[in-house]
């Protein structure tokens, strides 16, 4: 039976960049995007994306593709499509900036109510900037349906979805009625590449931009005005390392002097 999707996807930072150049803007507790490396769609939630079209896949269905910020590139958000997604939809706009994990939750919510019939949502585990993994489950608390984290496996028949989530020494396998969120772990597997023929399709089609009066959004409660968490400080750790030389004249002496150096640190 063909089901309808949904699949929240978010920009972000490259976290392959090199750490080096991750700047913060201490006055505005803010990253600095780095110059010259462009963001992308969270590694995890392509993962989301590539469940979703395994269920097509064998079952057909239709993928909307969900995306919230500000001032989104298109050839990032496109990728989805690319993949195999059938519709992008937007929620793009400033007053959506520097929101916390409650006013996504809240937002992406309120545009999952607008877009009406659906019988699975997915979500990446957590997103690869702030890996709070918290919006897949606030969602579905504030639409009132079951959800299931840090799924590998997802088999959806009958109205139910079966999922195999990870746990520590192994997975779990669930079952749930439909409709539901699962949020979707690495260990699903590698997202597919997108073709030739999916990129050219992806780049004739035009995403719905919505604005938060389109989805009868409350300006208290989205973005920075909404938020819920204070974030005091943010900060790159410093790490600082100390180097002693042993000093020998044979190896042997070597080895003596440093065992008697790591006795008297107390190291074994």
Do not use: H
């Not at 005005?225 to 790159?236: D, E, H, I, P």
């Amino acid at each position: 039976m063909p089901l309808n999707m949904i699949v929240c996807c978010k920009q972000v930072l490259d976290p392959e960049a090199p750490p080096a150049s991750f700047k913060i803007d201490p006055s505005t507790n803010k990253v600095v995007p780095p110059p010259g490396v462009p963001p992308v769609v969270s590694p995890f939630d392509e993962q989301a994306v590539e469940a979703a079209l395994r269920i097509k896949d064998q079952q057909g269905g239709k993928i909307t593709v969900l995306s919230l910020g500000n001032n989104l590139l298109r050839d990032v958000v496109k990728k989805p499509l690319s993949m195999g997604a059938d519709e992008l939809i937007l929620l793009e706009d400033e007053a959506f900036e520097g929101g916390d994990s409650w006013t996504i939750a809240y937002t992406l919510a309120t545009a999952i109510k607008k877009i009406g019939e659906y019988d699975l949502i997915f979500c990446g585990r957590q997103a690869a900037d702030w890996d709070a993994g918290q919006v897949g489950s606030g969602i579905a608390e504030i639409l009132g349906i079951p959800s299931v984290t840090v799924a590998k496996k997802i088999e959806a028949t009958d109205g139910k979805a079966k999922v195999e989530r990870v746990i520590s020494d192994g997975y779990q396998v669930i079952e749930v009625t439909l409709p539901a969120l699962i949020t979707v772990s690495n260990e699903l597997g590698e997202a597919r590449y997108a073709t030739l023929k999916g990129i050219m399709a992806a780049a004739k089609k035009q995403p719905t931009v919505w604005k938060p009066a389109d989805v009868g959004l409350e300006p208290s409660q989205i973005g920075a005005a909404g938020r819920r968490a204070k974030l005091l400080k943010l900060f790159q750790p410093v790490k600082e390392g100390k180097c002693e030389i042993v000093e020998a004249d044979t190896p042997a002496e070597a080895a003596t002097k440093l065992a008697a150096r790591l006795r008297e640190a107390k190291i074994i």
